[in-house]
């Protein structure tokens, strides 16, 4: 057992060093209490649904999300209808019809939500030349996930009087560089929230950042549920052959 | 051996056409293992699980997987969202990679501690190196699957290695590219041989317990087994032993792929890989981290003094260094000169392989970290540490060292742990 305990430290060791790697890079990400973290994390259906009335309203006329398909959204807790509703805002462009002809027609449900741009050259002309990267996945694609959304959406300042900011720039304190092209997309009230909930700096860029994650990692509480059912299971069998062990064992020693 | 005992008539009908069953009994049932076999002597069996998980994951994740530059990326996403269980299979996975070398590395590690490479298992221990250089390529190529940023230059930082070969290095790298950068052919290659490679490693494996049951396991004591008393039967000794050790190993198996799942990757391989946009620092996976360290701990070009002839620059220098690191492996049988196989009676081998496990520790850290000081100087003192260790400490050792005396016979420690054995011990004679 002491071997075993040692090689456990040992497989440990070698865990923490690589995990190192992405610890150490660019400035201190403050950390946030989630709702979907820890063994029996969920998603706050609420911070998901204003989370996604931010993306609707805000980051969707720069930013796409293209993993993300209307019908996903029951995940949020809409009906059908409300689905059906959401998605007709939008419209897609589907075809050819009878003539050969591409069309543009209301989202269904079973679409993915469209690009703002129709491609990646549109989106620069818009956008003074930088390229507003797809949401779906950023809540994995950065160090820190949700933290660092949240950092970034709040971490807009004045830039410090050594820093010459390049034109069209703003000053971020969390962004690499500090400096990003995107301007500060949240303003106290800019949505207003379906349920009442004051709609803050911080609380929108906390719930943006919830839908994120969401929309990165959409299977989250199926996985968690299953790993506890499977973490027991797996406690309650190794307890079992260990006993099992023992007693083979003992005729031995 | 007793051989097979049934009384069922379909079972020996069969066998004495095609002993299958014969054979498992052999070798699965009663084969005979040293009785006093510790925790260590788990991972053998935890590396074939580790593999049979990874062939059996991979097979479900290629029938969704699409190996085309335009379609790679977004089929894993696939998978992730809409696939049935596709978020689970892809974990079990991606994790199951890391594991698989955690188990691999505790694997050699003890038998470096144990000295299972010496006479007679020299060839067992060089097939452990061979299937250990496969699972390297097989991992490194199963990673550019998914065609993320760290994918897609993580393929072009190691591919180019092969440029640093004099004259043919150009050449060459065009050839393993299918083009002129890594591109579709690449990736589709790639995928073929992921595919391919697993089950070459299965055969290796399949030699590697050949060589294995030749002349049995290694023990902690190090000391040939003297008669069956040493011995005890496979099953049901080892198999519920080995059991409890897959318990445990799926106990942390479970802990990451549930709730860690992204922890050992990068966040910027879930970026969709561009070729125009270079990620900031290009990390392997943590389990290529000290052969990464090695390959940079060359920073300077080896030339003819006084002339300024270069013989070897600091390119060509690092891939050799980090290659050698592994070919290196394939030697040592023959440069430990000591007789004695376990470490518990090498008073000065035991504080040396540990210095070793510090130095692979260090290594790994280093590997991680950006090219700068002091990280560029530590990863030099202990690449040059892991290869004296190997080529300086281990030769000298065999000569310099004075084993403490073995005990007679495994079953003489163990029946007598009271200590009364170590009475019995004889001094090491030469073998």
């Given at each position: 057992?002491?071997?075993?305990?040692?090689?456990?430290?040992?497989?440990?060791?070698?865990?923490?060093?690589?995990?190192?790697?992405?610890?150490?890079?660019?400035v201190?990400?403050?950390e946030?209490?989630?709702?979907?973290?820890?063994?029996?994390?969920?998603?706050?259906?609420?911070?998901?649904?204003?989370?996604?009335?931010?993306?609707?309203?805000?980051?969707?006329?720069?930013?796409?999300?293209?993993?993300?398909?209307?019908?996903?959204?029951?995940?949020?807790?809409?009906?059908?209808?409300?689905?059906?509703?959401?998605?007709?805002?939008?419209?897609?462009?589907?075809?050819?019809?009878?003539?050969?002809?591409?069309?543009?027609?209301?989202?269904?449900?079973?679409?993915?939500?469209?690009?703002?741009?129709?491609?990646?050259?549109?989106?620069r002309?818009?956008n003074?030349g930088?390229?507003?990267?797809?949401?779906?996945?950023?809540?994995?694609?950065?160090?820190a996930?949700?933290?660092?959304?949240?950092?970034l959406?709040?971490?807009?300042?004045?830039?410090?009087?050594?820093?010459?900011?390049?034109?069209g720039?703003?000053?971020?304190?969390?962004?690499?560089?500090?400096?990003?092209?995107?301007?500060?997309?949240?303003?106290?009230?800019?949505?207003?929230y379906?349920?009442?909930t004051?709609?803050?700096?911080?609380?929108?860029?906390?719930?943006?950042?919830e839908?994120?994650?969401?929309?990165?990692?959409?299977?989250?509480?199926?996985?968690?549920?299953?790993?506890?059912?499977?973490?027991?299971?797996?406690?309650?069998?190794?307890?079992?052959?260990?006993?099992?062990?023992?007693?083979?064992?003992?005729?031995?020693? | 051996?007793?051989?097979?005992?049934?009384?069922?008539?379909?079972?020996k009908?069969?066998?004495?056409?095609?002993?299958?069953?014969?054979?498992?009994?052999?070798?699965l049932v009663?084969y005979?293992?040293?009785?006093?076999?510790?925790?260590?002597?788990n991972?053998?069996?935890?590396?074939?699980?580790?593999?049979?998980?990874?062939?059996?994951?991979?097979?479900?994740?290629?029938m969704q997987?699409?190996?085309?530059v335009?379609?790679?990326?977004?089929?894993?996403?696939?998978i992730?969202?809409?696939?049935?269980f596709?978020?689970?299979?892809?974990?079990?996975?991606?994790?199951?990679?890391?594991?698989?070398?955690?188990?691999?590395?505790?694997?050699?590690?003890?038998?470096?501690?144990?000295?299972?490479?010496?006479?007679?298992r020299?060839?067992?221990?060089?097939?452990?190196?061979?299937?250990?250089?496969?699972?390297?390529?097989?991992?490194?190529?199963?990673?550019?699957?998914?065609w993320?940023?760290?994918?897609?230059?993580?393929?072009?930082?190691?591919?180019?290695?092969?440029?640093?070969?004099?004259?043919?290095?150009?050449?060459?790298?065009?050839?393993l590219?299918?083009?002129?950068?890594?591109?579709?052919?690449?990736?589709?290659?790639?995928?073929?041989?992921?595919?391919?490679?697993?089950?070459?490693?299965?055969?290796?494996?399949f030699?590697?317990?050949?060589?294995?049951?030749?002349?049995?396991?290694?023990?902690?004591?190090?000391?040939?087994?003297?008669?069956?008393?040493?011995?005890?039967?496979?099953?049901?000794?080892?198999?519920?032993?080995?059991?409890?050790?897959?318990?445990?190993?799926?106990?942390?198996?479970?802990?990451?792929?549930?709730?860690?799942?992204?922890?050992?990757?990068?966040?910027d391989?879930?970026?969709e890989?561009?070729?125009?946009?270079?990620?900031?620092h290009?990390?392997?996976?943590?389990?290529?981290?000290?052969?990464?360290?090695?390959?940079?701990?060359?920073?300077?070009?080896?030339?003819?003094?006084?002339?300024?002839?270069?013989?070897?620059?600091a390119?060509?220098?690092?891939?050799?260094?980090?290659?050698?690191?592994?070919?290196?492996?394939?030697?040592?049988?023959?440069l430990?000169?000591?007789?004695?196989?376990?470490?518990?009676?090498r008073?000065?081998?035991?504080?040396?392989?540990?210095?070793?496990v510090?130095?692979?520790?260090?290594?790994?850290?280093?590997?991680?970290?950006?090219?700068?000081?002091p990280?560029?100087?530590?990863?030099?003192?202990?690449?040059?540490y892991?290869?004296?260790?190997f080529?300086?400490?281990l030769?000298?050792?065999?000569?310099?060292?004075?084993?403490?005396?073995?005990?007679?016979?495994?079953?003489?420690?163990?029946?007598?742990?009271?200590?009364?054995?170590?009475s019995?011990?004889?001094?090491?004679?030469?073998?």
């Open positions: 057992m002491k071997k075993l305990a040692l090689s456990i430290t040992a497989a440990i060791g070698l865990l923490l060093s690589a995990g190192a790697a992405t610890a150490a890079e660019g201190e990400i403050p946030r209490d989630w709702s979907f973290q820890g063994f029996f994390g969920t998603y706050d259906r609420g911070a998901l649904q204003r989370g996604f009335q931010v993306y609707d309203q805000v980051c969707s006329s720069c930013h796409s999300l293209r993993f993300v398909a209307f019908r996903n959204l029951s995940d949020l807790g809409y009906d059908d209808a409300e689905i059906r509703a959401i998605a007709s805002k939008y419209s897609v462009e589907d075809g050819p019809d009878e003539n050969g002809e591409m069309f543009m027609r209301d989202a269904e449900a079973s679409d993915k939500f469209p690009p703002p741009f129709a491609n990646e050259e549109a989106a002309a818009a003074g930088a390229y507003p990267p797809d949401l779906s996945l950023m809540a994995k694609a950065r160090p996930g949700p933290d660092y959304i949240y950092a959406l709040t971490g807009y300042t004045e830039a410090p009087e050594d820093v010459e900011l390049m034109s720039m703003y000053y971020n304190e969390y962004f690499s560089g500090h400096q990003i092209a995107m301007a500060p997309p949240l303003s106290n009230g800019i949505v207003e379906a349920d009442g004051e709609p803050t700096v911080s609380q929108m860029s906390a719930d943006i950042s839908f994120l994650m969401w929309a990165a990692e959409p299977k989250l509480e199926d996985r968690k549920q299953m790993g506890v059912k499977v973490i027991l299971f797996l406690l309650v069998f190794t307890g079992l052959v260990y006993a099992a062990k023992r007693k083979l064992w003992a005729k031995l020693h | 051996m007793s051989g097979l005992k049934t009384n069922n008539r379909v079972i009908w069969f066998d004495h056409r095609l002993p299958v069953f014969s054979y498992v009994n052999e070798h009663d005979p293992a040293p009785r006093n076999l510790n925790y260590m002597w991972f053998g069996s935890l590396a074939g699980i580790a593999l049979v998980i990874m062939i059996a994951t991979g097979l479900l994740l290629a997987y699409t190996p085309h335009d379609h790679a990326f977004d089929s894993v996403e696939r992730m969202r809409d696939v049935n596709g978020w689970l299979i892809r974990y079990i996975h991606m994790n199951g990679a890391s594991f698989f070398f955690i188990v691999v590395y505790l694997h050699m590690f003890r038998g470096l501690y144990y000295g299972s490479y010496k006479a007679p020299e060839i067992l221990w060089g097939l452990g190196v061979i299937i250990l250089l496969l699972m390297m390529g097989t991992a490194f190529m199963g990673y550019v699957l998914p993320g940023q760290m994918s897609y230059w993580g393929a072009t930082v190691i591919t180019n290695l092969f440029s640093a070969i004099p004259l043919v290095g150009d050449s060459i790298v065009s050839w590219w299918g083009g002129f950068s890594v591109d579709n052919p690449t990736l589709n290659r790639f995928f073929g041989l992921h595919y391919l490679l697993p089950f070459v490693i299965a055969a290796v494996v030699l590697h317990l050949w060589a294995l049951h030749r002349f049995g396991s290694n023990n902690p004591l190090g000391i040939d087994a003297k008669g069956p008393q040493d011995k005890i039967p496979f099953h049901p000794y080892y198999t519920v032993k080995d059991m409890f050790g897959l318990g445990i190993f799926l106990i942390l198996f479970a802990l990451f792929i549930f709730y860690a799942p992204n922890y050992m990757g990068h966040p391989n879930y970026i890989a561009d070729p125009l946009v270079t990620p900031a290009i990390v392997p996976e943590w389990y290529f981290l000290p052969f990464y360290a090695m390959l940079r701990a060359i920073t300077f070009d080896i030339s003819i003094p006084f002339t300024g002839i270069v013989l070897i620059d390119k060509l220098g690092g891939v050799l260094t980090m290659f050698g690191s592994i070919l290196l492996l394939f030697f040592l049988p023959w430990d000169s000591s007789p004695v196989r376990s470490s518990r009676f008073p000065l081998h035991k504080q040396f392989f540990w210095v070793l510090v130095a692979c520790l260090v290594l790994g850290y280093v590997g991680a970290k950006p090219p700068e000081q990280w560029v100087t530590i990863g030099q003192i202990a690449t040059a892991y290869f004296a260790h080529l300086i400490i030769p000298l050792l065999g000569r310099l060292e004075r084993p403490k005396p073995l005990p007679a016979s495994i079953s003489d420690p163990v029946l007598k742990s009271d200590g009364s054995g170590a019995q011990a004889k001094p090491m004679e030469k073998a």
